[in-house]
């Protein structure tokens, strides 16, 4: 029962149903109510973290380049959650080999109510959170495709072969809802990033987002460098009317990239740019956006002009 207190039991069963039949119980449900707290201040320092790497990213480029201050953070956080499993895990380990004796630490921190209070709120609303996650992840699934099916909307995505696929349709989620709404099937693809990925989303889709580093060279795919130099204009469809570009000095080629997906409006950074600020415009203002498009009109469409041949 003391070392069941670690598995994220705690915040489940309150304290008075352990006292005083169980005193070893309760002094190790507080034990782990404590480490939990550890875990809420690391998660809290992993937040202000992000908020401040991304800020200095947008407005203090020098500083951020000549410090290195995302690798730098980023390991010393990781660093610190390992440190965070060895004690939980000794946590654990001393309630089946020592359990009469108090944990360092720990048992400081879960003899103050405040402390238990605020690990149990940290644990439930994680748990919630986490059910919410998965429910919102599998509706996601079934609203959006990766598929050779048509789409309006493309999400087409970095994810530096690493991050599991779901959790890109995850993002794409608010957008997914909103072309639902607007087209009334399931009109979202979402696709890691290729150069015959984006010349599918730039010919089929109405609405593109392209989720991807960049540097003033162009978007970077496994493949290279994709530039408007590698799209002709017949592999950009008239019915293209939103493009919203993530990459990084993606403004340094803005006129190119607007002129090469005329008549669509193309939305480029001629700055660093970070994850936060754009997972906030997929959550947020790219659902409305795509919600007010006016309908598409061929006649409103601008022919485009075709080079003449010298004679």
């Not at 415009?281 to 409305?288: A, K, Q, S, T």
């Amino acid at each position: 029962m003391s070392a069941a207190m670690y598995l994220l039991i705690p915040a489940l069963v309150p304290e008075r149903f352990l006292a005083p039949r169980y005193p070893l119980a309760k002094s190790h449900r507080r034990n782990a109510l404590g480490a939990v707290f550890l875990l809420a201040l690391l998660v809290l320092l992993f937040a202000i973290s992000v908020i401040f790497i991304s800020y200095v990213m947008i407005h203090f480029r020098e500083v951020y380049q000549a410090w290195k201050l995302e690798p730098r953070t980023l390991d010393a956080l990781w660093k610190t959650l390992l440190a965070w499993l060895v004690v939980y895990f000794f946590a654990l380990i001393h309630a089946l080999w020592r359990p009469q004796t108090p944990a360092p630490v720990l048992s400081a921190l879960g003899s103050r109510a405040w402390v238990r209070g605020v690990a149990a709120s940290f644990l439930v609303l994680a748990l919630v959170l986490l059910g919410v996650t998965a429910g919102v992840t599998a509706h996601a699934q079934l609203l959006t495709r990766s598929d050779a099916a048509s789409g309006k909307v493309f999400f087409v995505y970095e994810d530096n072969k690493r991050f599991p696929a779901f959790l890109f349709r995850l993002g794409a989620y608010p957008l997914a809802l909103a072309a639902k709404a607007r087209y009334g099937d399931v009109e979202t693809q979402v696709l890691p990033i290729s150069p015959e990925n984006l010349r599918r989303a730039f010919r089929e889709g109405e609405f593109v987002v392209v989720g991807s580093h960049g540097t003033s060279e162009g978007l970077i795919t496994h493949e290279g460098y994709f530039t408007p130099a590698d799209l002709s204009h017949d592999e950009v469809s008239r019915r293209l009317r939103y493009v919203y570009l993530t990459g990084c000095d993606s403004g340094d080629l803005a006129r190119a990239w607007r002129r090469k997906l005329r008549p669509a409006h193309v939305v480029t950074h001629d700055r660093l740019t970070a994850v936060p600020e754009h997972v906030w415009w997929l959550w947020m203002e790219g659902p409305r956006i795509l919600s007010e498009l006016p309908p598409y009109q061929p006649d409103s469409v601008p022919r485009r002009r075709t080079p003449a041949v010298p004679r």
